[in-house]
């Protein structure tokens, strides 16, 4: 009976290995995560704390700790060791210093992606709103290098920036560095000041060595430091389709993000710059993260946010970015008021703010203006589209900051983020607080970590993480920076700290902290 009954459990335990090994199988075939998630995970569930006489540097005790990555939202205490989150506790912890942050959310601090201002004054607001780490990543630089060792020690934040497109352009056409063009000495300061006025960086087209000398150059500023590459069609109409495509090309073989201002749109509905960016981007494989779509898209914004998720669907990573404010800002001298802007903007001239005095314009305080140069503040979005963009749960906040010198710049240099927290999240309940906080911190950190490693252990509050914090009032953070008065700090933010130090301690700037570090991008492999 046992011999007769041996081959049937023989087949039987063939069977099971064959299903083992066919879902083994299954499971190895599955896709792995987006980079950028869809959603905030599900609620956390705090791991158990193991007990420790470890005295912390400091100790935030008792806040509402918020991490968008975990979904961890309770009371906790933070313990700080050497500029890292060493001990999360549901129980009071000690230290050589503690805090008392009851009634407090303690949140990740805020990854900017897209902050012009990279300047002392700049950085003092962007801490006072929440940010921890400012870059510039949309306009970038040339000369990457000497860019992060001027700041190295002088920065309350931690800063960086891309390989700009258009700054390397300016070096191939003009032969001279375009540097780090909003900072004051460079070649945007320069030609405010009337003493240098080039065309050529933005309407000339390269020719084929040209375009291969761009390329070598972009390498070479990320090899220096530059996160990704940085390029602003929208004001270099000169860039051919094959130069746009050659840089693409890099991108994708630096496996890198291309942080794109999309090219001009030709009326107010027109989708077709966001379709040629996606087509680069589908033709090279490389990764594009579209800046301040409402702005970009305009009327078009729903249709934009359906086109990269489309996108997104067939396999491209494709981020956006949206800044909470109506208006926009940029040089008026720029190519994006050549003749026809009226109409391809849909907008006319009493829409322009000139800043230097803030005055609306009309058409003949346009043409002297314009042969003058200055900032613009372009009063052209609608409420419903910025709305459409906050609602949207793969967009990102960014403020395209505009560089802080004498004040009117653009209130989204100052108040960003205290705005979409106080008006977004607490006024108008448009967003989730939880959610908001991933837009501002995890997810910036999850769209930059292959490409620079330093945000792996950002935005996000867990143990070994930077200890890169905000503490702010749900009930009374908000914006205070207005387009008259623009340098006006974010309220409800008492505590801001940035590997450990605090920057900002109730509610003020700290004397003397400049714990900011240069981020760069990860190091190119050896051939």
Known sequence: MRSAEWPRARALRLVFLFCALFAAAARAEDPPPPPVPAQIPAPYVPPAQVDTDEIYDVVLQNGRVLDPESGMDQVMSLGILEGRIARLSAQPISGREIVDVTGLAVAPGFIDLHAH?????????????????????????????????????????????????????????????????????????????????????AFEPIDSKGIRTLVRLLGEEMDAGGIGIGMGLAYTPGATPDEVRAVFSLAADRNVPVFLHLGEQQSPADLSPLETALEHARATGASLHVVHIVSSAREATPRALAAIDAARDEGLLVTTEVYPYTAGSTPIESAMFEPGWRERMGLDYGDLQWVATGERLDEKSFEKVRRKGGIVIIHGMREDWVETALRHPRVLVASDAMPLYEGGEHPRSAGTHARVLGVYVRERGVLPLMDALARMSWLPARRLEFAAPAFLKKGRIKLGADADLVVFDPATVIDRATFEDSPQPSEGIPYVMVGGTFVVRGGGLVKGAFPGQALRSRPRPAP
Do not use: C
């Open 117 to 201: 201002g990279q300047n002392p004054l700049s950085y003092d607001y962007l801490a006072r709103d929440g940010v921890t780490s400012a870059l510039d990543l949309e306009l970038g630089a040339h000369g990457v290098k000497g860019f992060l060792r001027d700041r190295e020690g002088e920065a309350r934040i931690h800063f960086g920036v891309s390989a700009g497109h258009i700054p390397t352009r300016i070096k191939v056409v003009h032969g001279v560095s375009g540097g780090h063009p909003m900072s004051r000495g460079g070649w945007f300061s320069r030609m405010l000041g009337g003493v240098w006025r080039p065309t050529g960086y």
